[in-house]
């Protein structure tokens, strides 16, 4: 039996019932690992006692609150949903990361541990990796990762909790944890594939950090001004008009080597600094972003993978919240949405996303997964 997988959703209120629904779509025969996505609007412990409950102890249980999840439907915003994984050709081991201050002799200890595992085999593995998306721990854990497993693909994203920015949670050992993260670890004999893409190029308008707080991902002055001023400026609108709709459009972008990644702002606080999604530093040069067409860059994207990987059985995507803001503002969610069903993709809506060693927004990290 190949690697297949099957999606269930429920948009029950009620932690019971809501993980009730979600049982009746699935079979347990077959069954080698669960992964979930799920709204913070949830009682979550309740909710893990439930999905204990009901599945059992021998399947890897993993996942995360979104800020909206994306399955057979396109882009939803609440709701449990669970994606099933199916097939004697492939195996899943989760392991949680906790606490996240200290992941680095964690993934050190992880590594020893794996790599002392004769079952394992390299060349068919690869990574999810679910973190806490407030963490800002993000790039030291991705580096230690990639650092200990620098031959394994890695694709994932931060948790999120609808844009509330106040608690984000992954779920591992049968609990929902902040300040850790969960990686799955996969082996297959199916073919598979790692990719991202975005949708945005640089202009030549320049904004250099001339005042930030690295440890806290914010940045108080961009060519020695204050940050949101000289930001909205450059837009050519007020500080009063910024809003997380006008960061999705207008991000910032920061070249490492010849390619150019996206740095997404999260808020505008009192003092006029901005608070950014991903790590930023004092001295770094970055340009406004400009949108290409996100259908097009998409569709190119799902081409290319599709070439490596003639028939994707499941593609897992991590697409930042901003894309799909973005498409909310542009009424483009649809059409997305739907070109996202057509390519098979579970996943959710991110506060970030990770790819081998890097951590980065407006972005989506993709695995793609083809038939034996």
């Not at 019932?17 to 079979?27: K, T």
């Not at 690295?214 to 007020?238: D, K």
């Amino acid at each position: 039996m190949g690697l297949f997988s099957n999606t269930a959703l429920s948009e029950a209120q009620e932690e019971s019932r809501v993980v009730e629904e979600i049982r009746q779509q699935l079979d347990l025969d077959g069954l080698t690992a669960v992964m979930l996505f799920v709204s913070i609007d949830y009682d979550l412990d309740k909710l893990a006692g439930e999905l204990r409950q009901a599945f059992p102890d021998s399947i890897p249980v993993f996942g995360c609150t979104t800020a909206g999840h994306i399955g057979p439907d396109g882009y939803q915003r609440r709701g449990l949903q669970v994606t099933g994984i199916y097939g004697a050709s492939v195996s899943v081991q989760t392991e949680l990361i906790h606490p996240l201050d200290q992941c680095q002799a964690a993934v050190l200890a992880l590594g020893q541990r794996v790599d002392n595992d004769p079952l394992q085999n390299t060349a068919r593995r690869f990574g999810v990796l679910l973190v806490d998306g407030l963490s800002r721990l993000e790039e030291r854990l991705a580096a230690a990762l990639h650092h200990c497993f620098p031959d394994i693909p890695l694709i994932g994203g931060s948790a999120g909790d609808d844009l509330s920015f106040d608690s984000t949670y992954v779920y591992a050992d049968g609990r929902f944890l902040s300040n850790a993260a969960v990686l799955a670890l996969f082996e297959t004999d199916a073919p598979f594939t790692a990719f991202k893409f975005q949708h945005f190029v640089p202009t030549r308008e320049l904004l250099v950090v001339t005042e930030a707080d690295s440890e806290n991902r914010t940045v108080q002055e961009f060519n020695g001004e204050p940050a949101a001023l000289a930001y909205a400026q450059s837009l050519g609108i007020t500080v009063e008009d910024l809003s997380p709709e006008i960061y999705s459009c207008h991000p910032v972008m920061l070249k490492l080597g010849s390619d150019y990644y996206v740095r997404s702002i999260q808020q505008c606080n009192d003092d006029l600094s901005l608070t950014f999604y991903c790590a930023i530093a004092k001295g770094i040069v970055l340009r406004l972003g400009e949108a290409v067409s996100p259908l097009e860059a998409a569709k190119k994207a799902f081409a290319d993978v599709h070439r490596l990987v003639p028939k994707p059985s499941l593609i897992i995507g991590c697409d930042c919240i901003l894309r799909r803001l973005e498409f909310e503002q542009t009424g483009q969610l649809q059409q997305v949405g739907k070109l996202l069903v057509q390519n098979k993709v579970i996943g959710f809506s991110t506060y970030g996303e990770q790819f081998n060693a890097l951590h980065m927004n407006q972005t989506f990290t993709g695995l793609a997964i083809g038939e034996l």
